[in-house]
């Protein structure tokens, strides 16, 4: 249901190129082209009652334009 949920969160612009799952974690890739909707996909993921957290573990600037991300969410 998380999982369904975490989909049903991505805004627009944010295109999430895989997903690795724990017990207790969920790791995300994603790309996007603008800096708001990724603050927008985090801040909807914090506000996200089974997550108790959200960490940036990466963000880099691709040469194609646009930004890759890798955020991990630490469920409840």
Do not use: H
Request: charged share 20%; net charge positive.
């Amino acid at each position: 249901k998380i999982v369904l949920d975490i989909i049903g969160l991505i805004p627009q612009g944010v295109k999430i190129s895989s997903l690795a799952f724990n017990k207790d974690r969920i790791v995300i890739n994603a790309n996007t082209n603008s800096v708001s909707s990724l603050t927008d996909f985090i801040n909807l993921l914090k506000d996200y009652p089974d997550i108790k957290s959200v960490s940036i573990d990466n963000i880099e600037s691709k040469p194609t334009g646009g930004l890759s991300v890798t955020a991990t969410t630490m469920l409840r």
